[in-house]
């Protein structure tokens, strides 16, 4: 039994690779490389948009937490207690009578 060489010989490799056949796969291989670009530039893109999410995210919690301690500080000046203490110093006072009801005697 003779053992035939099933691996390709140098006039193989030139016929396999000569210029009709790889001008004819030339836009194949174009398109290839374009979807190559176009996935590693869909990568970079949303690396970036994860980032700015991040960012973002914790800019939201910083000014949660900065509107959370406003709000509280607000609530605590507005009591009747804060207020007295506020307006004292400029002369008021809290009234010690009931307020008098004006009535407009032309109706």
């Not at 009709?20 to 490389?33: G, K």
């Not at 000046?77 to 203490?85: H, V």
Request: glycine share 2%; charged share 30%; aromatic share 8%.
């Amino acid at each position: 039994m003779e053992k035939k060489n099933t691996s390709p010989t140098k006039s193989d490799w030139k016929r396999i690779f000569n210029n009709t056949v790889i001008l004819r796969q030339m836009p194949f291989l174009l398109f290839l490389a374009g979807l190559t670009v176009v996935y590693i530039y869909n990568g970079h893109h949303a690396d970036k948009l994860a980032k700015k999410i991040a960012i973002s995210e914790k800019s939201i919690k910083e000014l949660q937490y900065e509107y959370k301690s406003a709000q509280s500080e607000v609530i605590f000046r507005s009591k009747a207690s804060e207020l007295m203490k506020a307006v004292e110093p400029m002369g008021l006072k809290e009234l010690s009578t009931k307020p008098i009801l004006l009535e407009n005697e032309a109706e």
